[in-house]
């Protein structure tokens, strides 16, 4: 089992949570929960509804769509992200490729943690601002601070 | 003699209780400074003409263009650094002083003297009145301010009025000179300074503190007059209204001229002009006041604001025709007369008007505009002009015929705009761009309200309810029957806001029309529906309250529930019996749901002494909306068995609000406790985290001193909440007094342990293993925070905008930024608090800061191990756990004996991480 210190090292290289400040990931830490998982086993399938980002701990995970593998979850990488921010059904379907050990965090718990800690909210708001900043940058149009 | 005016006033005016202290000491501060004006306003003119000449005039008016806009931009900077009623006392003592020195000079009896007198006073009248209406829209809100502003207005103009006659009184009938008038002006204007001091302490104490003024900064101006014209270019109805008031002030500034001219001609002694004078604008005021009180209201509502803003320039014509026909003293009167009557009556008003369909902020910059810019621009044109009539050597006639012509632009450009207006007011109710809540007089002129009732045929529900919401203070009876078939609208809604505009329109003629409402679904309309029947019954109000409250029909007795806790007085409340409440609260189920949810609201006026077995019985209820009422009445009731359970509920998400709210509304008498249970360790730490927001909601000393004393002894994350709330406290309630010392101690804590986290992470360079970034991840992470916190410190001790700006500089990623906001600490700070911040947001080097902090506090670490072992010892749970992960990288004896007796810690954390270490260094 991990201890909160070793899955906060973990998390931190989690993109989403790459500005929530190291102290305020213990809290994601105490609700990410570690699950083993054996060769060929489905995580989730392609329009399964979406209910929790995972983090490889060790294995490999295969992602697919329309039955063709379009990328392959290693050693820290995570997968199923978007999942805590919308209501959108799963795009692609996850197999276990080699026995794993992931990190679940179960959206309806990140949600709760988000309403009870504004902390861990502004950095994971800040992350996502970053993000469209960095799409508009590339599309060439300077964000506001206007409201359209 | 309060009771007195009150009956005599309160009939008229909608001055509520509570709101009549503070109304009529307003009243007599603006009845004074219109008496003030008007004793000066006669002795200026007489002056100025017997003492120069009435064709000098011209050049005053430049010259009074050109220097009311350094005055007023010197006292708004002035404004800037002072409390509002600090600054108009300071400026009352100021124009004092000015008063005397004035009266001095006039001994000397030099012309430049009369100049300089003409152009105070006129500057006096524009500074005195705008800094009460800025006054007194720091003491109303914008709903007071509709209601009572009319009355502050009478006020001025019965100042105007009496301030005349006082003149006259003085010189005509006590043989006291022109230019003694100035002493009297001295002892009233010493009276307002008396009464905005009790004004200003009234609102504090009633805990309102008058809302602060919002600050511009520098180059505001600048860009208001640039996005001014460039809104100006982009919209017709706006280049209408600034042509209108442009070419009034024009006309109106040769009016003047031609009448002071005239009346010199013809009564050249000083000491019969000057009671001349002073009859004639107390004759002005009670015509103004007449046509205003008599006229304005009926124009407007048969002729709208088109043909409100045609009486003038219409009133002027045939004043300007009577000058051609019979020139001289009368019909100079009959010019300037008609000019005072209705400039600041009938037009004044339908200028108003036409300033509501123009969205909120192009209205604020445009006033600034108009007064910066077109008013003294257009009033140095009629200077211009004069003086190129008086040097074409143009006689009164003839430049009667000047203003004619002017005046017929006027009328021509007032039909373009009588078309113009009904098109932008449709376009704004469409695009809801007019905020009803900022509306400072009511819409009841006949084209608004035309507009208005077109709207409410709208198949937009929205625009509908928009419509109706500004309809809510109109009188116009006539208006129900537009109304009345939205009551059978599909629309919630529509229905609950076309009741809410008929409560005030309908009769006893409308029952019928209502009452099949009680029939409906929901519950808010019902309970509207019983209070017009109630109220608009020939029958007694109670026997009908009482008689829907036992009604078999539960829709219907639930709803008289609701009416009775809304809009009942104490004795209709006393008809909620505990048999009312016992039976409704008795009922279960979802289909008893809005029964209990009325018992909850019920329960929060009120009296019984069961009260406490109701509320523990619906604080148990499945229902989350009942729950949640029942802890809203408990505030209201403040019923203090219930505190720690309010208290212990703080960290449930749900009810947290309302747990708040409702212990906020204890006041003062809760603070203790709330301490008690901050500084409890024992306790949840997520309840605690809570606490201090809502101290934040008491907005009191005490509150300030408990929060102070708490921020100390508490760990950083609590006090990070503590000092979140003292930041609350003082933006919002900047008359609270915060211990200066105190807090330049805890700055000096901060700054302090901002420098040893600083010293730690120099130590852990160049390692790049899991674990020490983390650990150095970390302590950047602490020194923002620690840096957050300082400002947050600083900003209890000084301006906190000054600060909060100065922060976001701090930590802006441009280098220009960054140095104008050390710049301005430099300069906003003390020498001490200088020594210990300046070298944290100096950008010199991490490595000058660090020595820098050394010196300060003679605290020197010199290894990596002392670092964490600081760290290990230290306060900050985090930064322990993160320390202790990197003992096996360090192997140090030492660390791992510290490690060792963190075995037992009573942080979770703490204890799983050290096994964890003990584990891998075995290993």
Not at chain 2, 218 to 232: D, Q, R, Y
Not at chain 2, 395 to 400: G, L, N
Not at chain 2, 716 to 742: G, M, P, T
């Amino acid at each position: 089992m991990l201890t909160v210190v070793e899955k906060v090292v973990l998390l931190q290289n989690v993109d989403v949570f790459s500005e929530v400040p190291a102290e305020q990931l213990t809290y994601l830490a105490s609700i990410a929960e570690e699950i083993d998982c054996l060769a060929g086993d489905v995580i989730f399938r392609e329009n399964d509804p979406a209910d929790a980002l995972y983090l490889v701990l060790d294995g490999k995970v295969g992602l697919k769509r329309d039955g063709k593998e379009i990328k392959q979850a290693g050693s820290q990488n995570a997968f199923g992200t978007w999942a805590l921010f919308d209501d959108e059904t799963r795009v692609v379907t996850a197999t276990v490729k080699e026995n794993a050990r992931l990190l679940k965090i179960d959206r309806e718990e990140f949600v709760d943690l988000l309403a009870d800690n504004v902390q861990v909210t502004q950095g994971v708001l800040k992350m996502l601002v970053k993000r469209v900043r960095g799409i508009m940058d590339k599309l060439g149009t300077p964000p506001t601070d206007s409201a359209s | 003699m309060k009771r007195f005016l009150k009956s005599i006033l309160g009939g008229s005016f909608d001055v509520r209780k509570g709101e009549w202290t503070l109304t009529l000491l307003m009243f007599a501060n603006i009845y004074l400074i219109l008496v003030t004006y008007y004793l000066l306003k006669p002795a200026r003119d007489s002056l100025f003409l017997v003492k120069v000449s009435p064709l000098e005039l011209p050049i005053v008016f430049i010259i009074i263009a050109l220097v009311t806009v350094p005055v007023i931009t010197l006292y708004s900077k002035l404004g800037r650094t002072l409390k509002l009623h600090k600054l108009i006392n300071l400026t009352t003592v100021i124009l004092i002083i000015n008063i005397l020195i004035l009266r001095w000079l006039i001994e000397r009896d030099d012309p430049w003297i009369y100049y300089l007198f003409y152009i105070w006073v006129s500057i006096y009248g524009v500074l005195v009145t705008s800094q009460f209406w800025l006054f007194a829209n720091s003491i109303f809100d914008a709903a007071q301010a509709k209601r009572i502003f009319v009355f502050l207005a009478l006020g001025g103009i019965i100042g105007a009025i009496t301030g005349g006659q006082v003149t006259k009184l003085i010189v005509a009938y006590f043989g006291v000179s022109t230019e003694n008038l100035l002493f009297f002006c001295i002892g009233f204007l010493a009276i307002t300074i008396v009464l905005v001091s009790v004004i200003w302490e009234i609102r504090i104490q009633q805990g309102k503190e008058p809302s602060p003024r919002k600050k511009k900064s520098g180059g505001e101006s600048k860009e208001s007059f640039a996005m001014m014209v460039g809104t100006l270019k982009g919209s017709k109805h706006l280049k209408l209204i600034v042509s209108i008031l442009a070419t009034t002030v024009l006309v109106a500034a040769i009016v003047d001229y031609q009448f002071k001219f005239i009346v010199f001609e013809s009564i050249p002694e000083k000491d019969k002009l000057t009671p001349f004078f002073g009859d004639f604008y107390t004759w002005l005021s009670v015509a103004s006041l007449g046509m205003q009180g008599l006229f304005t209201n009926r124009f407007l509502r048969k002729l709208g604001v088109g043909g409100a803003i045609l009486f003038l320039p219409i009133g002027l014509l045939l004043g300007g025709v009577t000058m051609v026909i019979m020139p001289g003293l009368v019909a100079a009167v009959i010019l300037r007369g008609s000019d005072g009557a209705m400039r600041y009556s009938i037009d004044k008003t339908g200028k108003e008007l036409l300033f509501m369909p123009v969205p909120l902020e192009v209205k604020k910059r445009l006033k600034v505009f108009i007064d910066i810019f077109v008013d003294r621009l257009f009033r140095g044109i009629a200077g211009g002009l004069l003086l190129l009539c008086i040097y074409l050597n143009l006689s009164i006639v003839q430049i009667t015929y000047v203003v004619m012509a002017f005046i017929a632009v006027w009328i021509v450009i007032a039909l373009i705009m009588r078309k113009e207006y009904v098109n932008t007011f449709r376009r704004a109710l469409e695009e809801r761009r007019i905020d009803p809540a900022e509306l400072r007089f009511n819409v009841d002129d006949a084209q608004s309200l035309n507009a208005l009732i077109a709207a409410l045929g709208s198949t937009n529900e929205k625009h509908i309810n928009y419509a109706l919401t500004m309809l809510t203070s109109v009188r116009e009876k006539g208006l129900k029957w537009p109304i009345k078939p939205l009551l059978q609208h599909k629309s919630d809604e529509v229905k609950l806001n076309a009741l809410i505009v008929l409560q005030n329109l309908g009769d006893e003629s409308d029952i019928a029309e209502v009452e099949p409402l009680l029939k409906d679904e929901n519950i808010d309309i019902r309970s509207r529906a019983i209070n017009f029947i109630a109220r608009h019954s020939n029958r007694n109000d109670k026997d009908l309250l009482k008689e829907h409250l036992e009604s078999p029909d539960k829709n219907v007795s639930e709803a008289a529930l609701a009416c009775i806790v809304e809009f009942g007085s104490p004795q209709e409340i006393e008809l909620i019996t505990d048999a009312v409440i016992e039976e409704m609260i008795g009922q279960h189920g979802q289909e008893a749901l809005s029964g209990r949810l009325e018992v909850a609201k019920a329960l929060g006026v009120i009296e019984s002494a069961d009260l406490s077995k109701y509320i523990r019985t619906l604080l148990n209820d499945s229902s989350a909306a009942v729950v949640a009422e029942t802890i809203n009445s408990i505030g209201r009731q403040q019923v203090r068995e219930f505190v720690p359970w309010l208290i212990n509920k703080l960290s449930d998400r749900d009810s947290r609000v309302h747990c708040r709210n409702s212990l906020a509304a204890f006041g003062t008498k809760v603070l203790g406790t709330l301490n008690d249970y901050l500084n409890d360790e024992k306790l949840s730490t997520t309840m605690r985290k809570h606490i201090p927001r809502v101290m934040a909601e008491i907005p009191h000393q005490d509150t300030i001193n408990l929060l102070t004393n708490s921020l100390e002894a508490q760990s950083s994350w609590l006090a990070y909440d503590i000092l979140k709330a003292l930041n609350r406290l003082r933006i919002n309630h900047s008359n609270l007094k915060f211990n200066e010392r105190e807090i330049d101690s805890t700055v000096i804590n901060e700054t302090r342990s901002f420098y040893e986290v600083l010293q730690i992470l120099q130590l852990q360079n160049g390692h790049d293993k899991p674990e020490c970034v983390l650990l150095k991840n970390s302590l950047e992470e602490r020194l923002d925070a620690n840096l957050e916190q300082i400002f947050r410190l600083m900003g209890l001790r000084y301006p906190p905008d000054d600060i909060y700006s100065a922060y976001l500089g701090v930590v802006s990623k441009q280098r220009k930024v960054r140095a104008n906001a050390i710049e301005f600490l430099d300069n906003l700070l003390n020498a001490n608090m200088k020594r210990y911040i300046l070298p944290i947001i100096d950008e010199v080097s991490p490595d000058f800061t660090a020595q820098k902090g050394r010196d300060l506090f003679r605290f020197e670490l010199d290894s990596e191990e002392e670092g964490l072992c600081c760290l290990i010892k230290g306060p900050n749970v985090w930064l322990k756990v993160c320390a202790i992960y990197n003992v096996p990288r360090i192997k140090s004896d030492k660390l791992v004996d510290l490690v060792k007796d963190m075995q037992n810690d009573k942080d979770p954390m703490v204890r799983e991480t050290v096994k964890l270490v003990l584990e891998k260094i075995e290993s």
